[in-house]
């Protein structure tokens, strides 16, 4: 199947702007189109990063999951976390890697997946194994953003 690549944002909807009060009609209907990226990632062995995603400057992260799809055999602890550069658990805490499931977004991370900032930023997988000596092991990664969605950071509530 073919690729297609634009730049964005996206917007969809037919009515761009606000003209009166009839909805379907003249009331603003575009939304932003959500954006995904991940990455399939073996578990196996020594500890190690590996790059998930790069999203684009002023995005808002939406959902940041870590689905461990199979496990690791590793003889002690095995964990993997999503972060960024400076913060190997920025995004989810360290996901236990030898139990099938999914682990998703800190509440510590929601100030961060607000605005990412005026910068791209790299989103990164951080594998441990504790004695680095498993052959099994699968993860999958994905992160949902809306891309420069322009949020209003200021509102007053009466």
């Known amino acids: 199947m073919g690729k297609t690549t634009f730049s ?10 606000t003209t009166g009060s009839t909805l379907g009609s003249n009331v603003k209907n575009t939304g932003y189109v959500t954006m995904a990226q991940g990455k399939d990632v073996a578990i196996t062995g020594a500890s190690a990063n590996t790059n998930i995603a790069v999203i684009p400057a002023n995005s808002q992260i939406l959902f940041v999951h870590v689905d461990v799809t199979e496990v ?21 805490a360290a996901a236990n890697c030898k139990a099938l499931g999914r682990t998703s977004q800190s ?6 997946m607000a605005n990412v900032g005026a910068s791209d930023i790299k989103v990164v997988g951080v594998f441990t194994g504790t004695d680095g000596d498993g ?11 809306l891309q420069d969605n322009g949020l209003q950071r200021t509102f007053t509530i009466a």
């Open 8 to 17: 964005g944002p996206v917007l969809a909807g037919t009515i761009n702007e």
């Open 72 to 92: 690791s055999n590793d003889t002690n602890a095995a964990t993997f976390s999503v972060g960024n550069a400076s913060n190997a658990t920025a995004f989810t």
């Open 107 to 112: 509440s510590a991370a929601l100030g961060l």
């Open 135 to 145: 052959n099994t092991g699968a993860i999958t990664t994905s992160v949902t953003y």
